[in-house]
């Protein structure tokens, strides 16, 4: 029996997608590239906005006709919801498609087998299964690091989940529950196993990655930085990078990891939202534009080539144009490598929907363009500054020509050479020679 996953969201709905494969094949299920030839249609969902859970209603319409025809056929078909909107919107997903056979939100997702095995064999007119407990210390043991197949030469691996900040726009904490951390041998062990399969690049997952606590085996928490050490030393592994920092979690001691490993790389997601005191303060961030800028600076001070990317919100309840203007006054101090912009979409359950002073959808499309354009030309100088540069390059994938290669920079910059020497999983030394719309093309140097 074929099984297809569909992917929303963020990187930490691709690391439990990857789990889920994993546990589906070690049971003997087999899967599909092509949702039209599979028998078990799973969707791992996003909520963060508006637009990510409808896309999920439209595509079950789709689903829907497929379990209808297979079982015109008399095959057994299941459709499941997984993820944030399976957490966040649980009866309404089968008041609206009454066909989909079972709801597991994020944390229940280690039963995916059995939540398979019970929806292949129920009648349309049985009831649906619904698991939302928050049980992520339950789901993290009961991974097993020897189901774990490789899919690339970077990958990632979640080592804290759920969040305790209740950012007012934030449907998160109502989604993923409160912060867990895994324990430090638990995350070693992964992440030997991972390189072992050939995995060159790690990259840390959490909510809230530096609010990681995992006991470590001294019987002690361990914070973020003391597991970058760690981890830094298990032999093979090539690059380290985690995601996502809450600014108001940084401190001197990842200044100083970012010193001291050189396998960590310069570049880090540093989300500030807003540029404005008084939206961080309505947005509950809990630091300041200049707590934020003195986080940069610091960072920039032991490392000194560190590049950033940020995530901004455009549109927060009562954000005025003086605002919107101090949000571009901080993007232009903080020249960033890359970045991410919303509108604000107002979420259930989250303090900010019930704001007063909502902005129209209007201005919010307006100040999205401003906002999308200056940092759009930051990236393209970033780029343009590594022009006659060498970067050291992890090459992942094929490029669309022939002989042509595919990887990321320390900094995170797509790069690509023609080189029939290198292959996908070699890390080297490019020196950049041209910047194609946002892809820098260059060339071997010499080899790491
Ligand atoms: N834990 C991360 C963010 C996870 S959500 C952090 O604290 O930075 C990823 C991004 O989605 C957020 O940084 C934010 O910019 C955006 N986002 C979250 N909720 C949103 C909402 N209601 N409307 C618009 N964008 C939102
Ligand atoms: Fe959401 Fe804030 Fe938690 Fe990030 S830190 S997941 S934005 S509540
Ligand atoms: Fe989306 Fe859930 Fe991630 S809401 S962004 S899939 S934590």
Known sequence: MKFFIKNYGCQMNLYDSTRMTDALLAAGYEES?????ANILIFNTCSIREKADEKLFSDLGRAKSLKFKAKDRGENFAIIVCGCVAQSKTTEITDRAPYVDAVIGPQE?????????TALSKSDEDESIFMSDMASKEKFASFQSEQITKRSCSEFLTIQEGCDNFCTYCVVPYTRGREFSRDVADIIEETKKLVSLGVKEITLLGQNVNSYRGEGPDGKNWSLSKLLYAIAEVEGLARLRYVTSNPKDVAKDIAEAHRDIKILAS?????????????????????????????????????PDMAFSSDFIVGFPGETDE???????LAEKVKYAQAYSFKYSPRNKTAAAKMD???????KE??????????NDQQNKFNEETIG???????????????QLVGRSEYSQAVSICDKAIHIGDMVNVKITELKSHSLLGSIEEEK
């Open 357 to 363: 002073n909502q902005v129209p959808e209007k201005i």
């Open 366 to 375: 307006e100040r999205l363009e401003i906002l999308q354009n200056l940092l």
């Open 267 to 303: 570049f880090l997601h540093l989300p500030v939202q807003s540029g404005s005191d008084k939206i961080l303060k309505k947005m509950n961030r809990k630091y300041s534009v200049n707590q934020y800028l003195d986080c940069v600076d610091m960072l920039r001070k032991y490392r």
């Open 389 to 403: 540069k060498t970067v050291s390059v992890l090459f992942t994938k094929n490029g669309k020509f022939k002989n």
């Open 323 to 329: 605002d919107f203007e101090k949000t571009l006054e």
């Open 33 to 37: 590239p092509k949702k039209d030839d």
């Open 109 to 117: 997702i280690h039963k995916i087998v059995s939540a398979v095995k």
